[in-house]
């Protein structure tokens, strides 16, 4: 059965610097395409990156383009969220989900399976 876990939110200063986690259980990751979302209070989920099952083909929002970078590891089975430049605006619970596929524009994609979830707080 499908588990996707994230880690490594955490309280950060404005201007810094996080790396999010999301370990798949499962299934093997170089067959599957993840993307990374947030939800901030009060707004709707937004889709952030996308990364496809080889690695090679990696897509952002433009909210974040320049600041976040995918990636992945398939021997670890994880996908990575690196997060630069901080802004309080990037507060919000961070999740990863499997997606059929990783969509030019990522407001396209289509999940399938989510994470719990990982708190991300940008505050001084």
């Known amino acids: 059965q499908l588990q996707l876990v994230e880690s490594g939110g955490g309280l950060v200063q404005p201007g810094g610097s996080l790396r999010l986690s999301c370990v798949a259980s499962?299934?093997?990751?170089?067959?599957?395409?993840i993307g990374w979302f947030r939800q901030a209070p009060g707004k709707e989920r937004e889709a952030l990156s996308c990364?496809?099952?080889?690695?090679?083909?990696?897509n952002h929002a433009d909210s974040v383009k320049g600041r976040f970078t995918i990636s992945k590891d398939n021997a670890k089975n994880t996908v990575y969220l690196d997060m630069n430049y901080l802004k309080p605006e990037d507060t919000a619970v961070y999740y990863c989900?499997?997606?059929?596929?990783?969509?030019?524009?990522?407001?396209?994609?289509?999940?399938?399976?989510w994470g719990q979830g990982t708190q991300v707080t940008v505050s001084s």
């Open positions: 989900a499997r997606v059929t596929y990783c969509a030019t524009y990522v407001s396209d994609l289509s999940a399938e399976s």
């Open positions: 990364i496809s099952s080889s690695g090679g083909t990696t």
């Open positions: 499962g299934i093997n990751l170089n067959y599957y395409a």
